[in-house]
């Protein structure tokens, strides 16, 4: 099991950025496919992101062009870098850690077992 502590919300204009940060602690994340999910009021849960254990990323459609995973495994941190906001973006994001390796779109089916506290994204229009 990994602890996963979230930071980096917060409210921003139409076209500007922010970058989201999930801590990992209790289990180094190279062993961890991790993702970003986000859910706004009444609607579902949405893939955003994925990075797998190889290091390679994957996006959500709605995303793609705009935001960045990464991850930094001397800090044992995951990010997500978030780029021409829009309203639309306004949600809870979460990030997510599994043990399953995943690849394209599987990375959205794969059970996620290990779930940060979420962090508000608002984005004014």
């Known amino acids: 099991q990994v602890q996963l502590e979230l930071s980096g919300g917060g409210m921003v204009q139409t076209g500007g950025s922010l970058r989201l940060s999930c801590a990992a602690s209790?289990?180094?994340?190279?062993?961890?496919?991790l993702a970003w999910f986000r859910q706004a009021p009444g609607k579902e849960r949405e893939f955003v992101s994925a990075?797998?254990?190889?290091?390679?990323?994957y996006y959500g459609d709605a995303v793609k062009g705009r935001f960045a995973i990464s991850r930094d495994s001397a800090k044992n941190t995951v990010y997500l870098q978030m780029n021409s906001l829009q309203p639309e973006d306004t949600s809870l994001y979460y990030c997510?850690?599994?043990?399953?390796?995943?690849?394209?779109?599987?990375?959205?089916?794969?059970?996620?077992?290990?779930w940060g506290q979420g962090t508000q994204v608002t984005v004014s229009s």
């Open positions: 209790g289990r180094p994340i190279s062993g961890y496919s």
């Open positions: 990075i797998n254990k190889n290091g390679a990323a």
């Open positions: 997510a850690a599994s043990g399953h390796y995943c690849a394209s779109d599987g990375c959205t089916r794969i059970p996620y077992d290990d």
